[in-house]
């Protein structure tokens, strides 16, 4: 088993995850089997609680797991899918090692951080790997060094190196390289400093990769070289680019996958690079454009709808088109028809994302009216399948008041309730319908003709659904529930057959989407907003034609 292990220092958010994800992007292209570790040095037990504003996106796994978004990441790089035990967090470990004192597992020792925290630790990690069967496995640990709660993970991950050997354990550091001043220059201090912060814990960097809005000046290289004892070639210029897809084509120019395999023993398995570039040039340089809104309440934080994201520029790419996001706060659409007519006037679609509590739900269920009665394409997502099910409810079926017993607990038409498992539920962490579940599609229906396949499976993270006492009505006003869970029981996707393109789904597409496989119904919204953006355009052109013939004559 070999090991990178990737850290970063001076600041967070300078790309640790992307940086390991196009590593191994780069290793899978030459044959090896590659799976990921993320470590997260929160008290946590997972990513489910935590408030969107500021951590970013829960990311759902296959088993349910509720994790960082950099696991989303790994899965769309790697295109694996993984498991809640790629993601470890201090509550994790802690709650492991507390639930083993209190059953008499360390025979009356004390327990400590040292050993006792760090095995747990190591056990997690290594167990992991081995499960994982992969040829090398990523860890990239959380935070920056010199946190305060990463020094147990670090002294597990040096006790992780040492135990397995430097031929079999790389370190990745990734740190800044921020230039300063009115003539531009580079500066190195901070990367030394971080160095040096991470040598004084016993971790020797075998490899450095340099973030900044420039690549690295070949001075600024030896400098870095020099004082941080890496060879030159180790030390990686990574500037910044137009999409992360274009990291592992960097990351190649700068030879770091021949300083890896050596450091690491191996030698090439194959040579498939070349279709990551094809699939890269297609979202750099498509040639159609589309505007798409995202109606959410979460949108200061773009990274609370990171998959959406990554999600349209997989569709774009599969529909050779660049797809232009427009963020739109949906309580700035509670104000009346006016406001919602201003922000998605001249959009091609609408996606009304998923999301908890009542807040931007009137401007939500607003969106959704628009694109019903004015034939806007539109896709709904957990949330958004519910809220077009109550603007359904409102607009055709005129049942005043019809809302979610989430949203209004007194409303006299709940059409949308709690599941009935989680009446008796009071934990609020990892309790909700999560996962990947059977959804069963009617043969001909849209959802079928764009998954080609009448039986799917994705993820899910949701308490509520539609209740099946309106399920009838519904229908016979026209909303056909065109995919249901495997016992029938549940909806899971609405269409509107009278509309070039309304759907809802109860799971989350998104999570399932990679470079080489959009999810089908962003790939189904994206095209559906093509058709409808030419359809402006020659709209727009007979208008004019129109014209020119009245001046003539």
């Not at 056990?123 to 790997?129: D, L, P």
Request: proline share 5%; net charge neutral.
């Amino acid at each position: 088993m070999k090991y990178i292990i990737v850290t970063g220092g001076v600041i967070s958010g300078l790309g640790k995850g992307i940086t390991a994800s196009s590593i191994g992007r780069l290793l899978k292209c030459r044959g090896f089997s590659v799976s990921a570790i993320k470590i997260d040095p929160y008290l946590n037990c997972d990513a489910g609680t935590m408030n969107p504003f500021e951590h970013g996106e829960v990311y759902v796994l296959e088993d349910g797991g509720e994790v960082d978004l950099d696991l989303g990441n790994y899965e769309r790089f790697l295109d694996v899918s993984m498991t809640s035990a790629h993601n470890i967090t201090t509550g994790k470990v802690y709650k492991e090692v507390i639930e083993k004192e209190r059953k008499g597992a360390y025979l009356g020792s004390t327990v400590q951080i040292i050993p006792h925290v760090t095995d747990q630790i190591r056990f997690q990690i290594e167990h992991t790997a081995y499960e994982s069967l992969a040829d090398v496995v990523l860890v990239e640990l959380g935070g920056t060094v010199g946190d305060i709660e990463s020094m147990p993970f670090l002294e597990a991950l040096r006790q992780l190196r040492n135990s397995v050997g430097r031929e079999n354990c790389v370190v990745v550091h990734t740190t800044l390289i921020p230039i300063m001043g009115s003539v531009g220059e580079q500066k190195t201090k901070p990367t030394q400093h971080s160095v040096k912060e991470l040598r004084s814990l016993g971790i020797e960097p075998d490899i450095i990769v340099g973030r900044g809005t420039k690549p690295m000046e070949p001075d600024v290289r030896k400098k870095v070289s020099l004082f941080c004892n890496v060879p030159v070639e180790a030390v990686v210029s990574a500037p910044d680019v137009s999409s992360i897809y274009e990291v592992p084509l960097v990351l190649e120019q700068e030879g770091l996958p021949r300083v890896l395999l050596r450091q690491l023993g191996l030698e090439p398995r194959a040579d498939e690079l070349d279709a990551w570039k094809k699939v890269v040039s297609r979202i750099v340089s498509p040639k159609g454009h589309t505007r798409i809104a995202i109606v959410g309440k979460y949108v200061d934080l773009r990274d609370s709808y990171l998959s959406h994201i990554e999600a349209f520029a997989h569709a774009g790419a599969e529909a050779d088109a660049k797809v232009e996001i427009r963020w739109v706060e949906a309580e700035h659409l509670e104000s009346g028809s006016a406001s919602v007519r201003k922000a998605l006037g001249d959009v091609d679609g609408i996606l009304i994302p998923g999301g908890f509590g009542e807040r931007g739900t009137q401007g939500k269920i607003a969106a959704i009216g628009l694109a019903r009665t004015e034939k806007v394409p539109l896709l709904g997502i957990c949330l958004g399948f519910q809220l077009s099910v109550i603007e359904f409810s409102r607009g055709v079926l005129g049942l005043e008041g019809a809302s979610s017993t989430e949203l209004d607990a007194a409303t006299p038409h709940p059409v949308i309730d709690l599941l009935p498992e989680q009446r008796a539920i009071s934990a609020m962490g990892g309790t909700m319908r999560l996962g990947s579940h059977p959804v069963l599609l009617s043969e001909g229906c849209l959802a079928a003709r764009l998954y080609k396949s009448a039986a799917i499976d994705e993820r899910h993270r949701h308490r509520y659904e539609v209740n099946p006492a309106y399920i009838e009505r519904l229908e016979a006003a026209g909303m056909r529930f065109t995919g249901r869970s495997k016992d029938a029981r549940r909806m899971e996707v609405l269409e509107l057959s009278d509309h070039p393109f309304f759907v809802g789904c109860q799971f989350h597409p998104e999570f399932k989407s990679r470079p080489t496989n959009a999810s089908r119904l962003h790939l189904g919204l994206v095209e559906a907003a093509l058709m409808c953006r030419r359809a402006k355009v020659g709209e727009k052109s007979a208008r004019r034609a129109r014209t020119r013939a009245k001046s003539r004559t």
